[in-house]
Protein backbone atom coordinates (compact mmCIF):
# COMPACT_ATOMS: atom_id res chain seq x y z
CA UNK A 1 0.00 0.00 0.00
CA UNK A 2 1.96 2.85 0.90
CA UNK A 3 5.38 3.06 -0.36
CA UNK A 4 4.19 1.76 -3.98
CA UNK A 5 6.44 3.49 -6.26
CA UNK A 6 2.94 4.22 -8.85
CA UNK A 7 2.65 6.99 -11.58
CA UNK A 8 -0.27 9.23 -10.33
CA UNK A 9 -2.28 11.79 -11.65
CA UNK A 10 -4.38 14.62 -10.26
CA UNK A 11 -8.06 15.16 -10.84
CA UNK A 12 -7.54 17.99 -12.43
CA UNK A 13 -5.04 16.56 -14.95
CA UNK A 14 -6.71 13.43 -16.16
CA UNK A 15 -6.45 12.73 -19.78
CA UNK A 16 -9.79 13.21 -21.57
CA UNK A 17 -8.79 10.18 -23.76
CA UNK A 18 -8.03 8.04 -20.08
CA UNK A 19 -10.07 5.54 -19.57
CA UNK A 20 -10.84 5.79 -15.82
CA UNK A 21 -11.06 2.10 -13.64
CA UNK A 22 -12.73 1.91 -10.79
CA UNK A 23 -11.31 -0.45 -8.60
CA UNK A 24 -13.93 -0.19 -5.68
CA UNK A 25 -16.78 -2.42 -3.95
CA UNK A 26 -20.08 -2.90 -6.02
CA UNK A 27 -21.65 -0.69 -2.89
CA UNK A 28 -19.51 2.09 -3.35
CA UNK A 29 -19.75 2.04 -7.28
CA UNK A 30 -23.42 2.35 -6.61
CA UNK A 31 -23.18 5.20 -4.29
CA UNK A 32 -21.13 7.26 -7.08
CA UNK A 33 -18.67 7.09 -9.45
CA UNK A 34 -17.53 8.78 -12.65
CA UNK A 35 -19.73 8.53 -15.47
CA UNK A 36 -18.00 6.29 -18.50
CA UNK A 37 -15.74 4.58 -15.94
CA UNK A 38 -15.15 0.90 -16.27
CA UNK A 39 -15.69 -1.07 -12.68
CA UNK A 40 -14.16 -4.54 -11.60
CA UNK A 41 -13.85 -4.66 -8.14
CA UNK A 42 -10.12 -5.50 -6.81
CA UNK A 43 -10.93 -8.74 -5.45
CA UNK A 44 -11.93 -9.65 -9.29
CA UNK A 45 -9.27 -7.60 -11.18
CA UNK A 46 -7.04 -10.30 -12.00
CA UNK A 47 -9.31 -12.71 -13.16
CA UNK A 48 -11.11 -9.91 -15.04
CA UNK A 49 -7.86 -8.03 -16.53
CA UNK A 50 -8.85 -8.68 -20.00
CA UNK A 51 -11.13 -5.67 -19.90
CA UNK A 52 -8.80 -3.47 -19.69
CA UNK A 53 -7.92 -2.03 -22.35
CA UNK A 54 -4.11 -1.91 -23.41
CA UNK A 55 -4.69 0.95 -26.52
CA UNK A 56 -5.18 4.13 -24.24
CA UNK A 57 -4.41 5.19 -20.79
CA UNK A 58 -5.73 3.60 -17.90
CA UNK A 59 -6.63 5.75 -14.68
CA UNK A 60 -7.05 3.58 -11.73
CA UNK A 61 -9.06 5.26 -8.79
CA UNK A 62 -10.98 4.10 -5.70
CA UNK A 63 -12.32 5.83 -2.91
CA UNK A 64 -8.42 7.64 -1.52
CA UNK A 65 -5.99 5.98 -3.94
CA UNK A 66 -4.26 3.27 -1.67
CA UNK A 67 -6.62 0.17 -3.43
CA UNK A 68 -6.37 1.81 -6.71
CA UNK A 69 -2.53 2.17 -6.19
CA UNK A 70 -1.69 -1.89 -5.53
CA UNK A 71 -3.38 -2.05 -8.68
CA UNK A 72 -1.62 0.56 -11.39
CA UNK A 73 1.76 -0.71 -9.50
CA UNK A 74 0.27 -4.29 -10.78
CA UNK A 75 -0.97 -3.09 -14.52
CA UNK A 76 2.66 -0.84 -14.66
CA UNK A 77 4.15 -4.09 -14.13
CA UNK A 78 2.78 -5.99 -16.75
CA UNK A 79 2.78 -3.43 -19.74
CA UNK A 80 0.03 -0.83 -19.36
CA UNK A 81 -0.03 2.86 -19.44
CA UNK A 82 -1.72 2.88 -16.04
CA UNK A 83 -1.78 5.66 -13.30
CA UNK A 84 -3.10 5.86 -9.72
CA UNK A 85 -5.76 8.97 -9.24
CA UNK A 86 -3.76 11.12 -6.25
CA UNK A 87 -6.85 11.12 -3.63
CA UNK A 88 -8.98 8.92 -5.34
CA UNK A 89 -12.61 9.77 -6.02
CA UNK A 90 -12.46 11.99 -2.56
CA UNK A 91 -10.21 14.16 -4.48
CA UNK A 92 -11.99 14.05 -7.74
CA UNK A 93 -15.01 15.35 -5.96
CA UNK A 94 -13.29 18.30 -4.11
CA UNK A 95 -12.00 19.58 -7.41
CA UNK A 96 -15.53 19.89 -8.31
CA UNK A 97 -15.43 17.45 -11.44
CA UNK A 98 -18.82 15.32 -12.21
CA UNK A 99 -19.81 12.02 -10.77
CA UNK A 100 -23.02 10.17 -11.22
Known sequence: MHGLDVPTVVA???DP??????VREPA???DAHVAGSLHIPMGQFVARVGEVPTDRPVVVVCHSGHRSAQVTAWLVSQGYDAVNLEGG?????QAGLPLE
Do not use: K
Open 12 to 14: TAV
Open 17 to 22: AALMLD
Open 28 to 30: EWD
Open 89 to 93: LVAWG
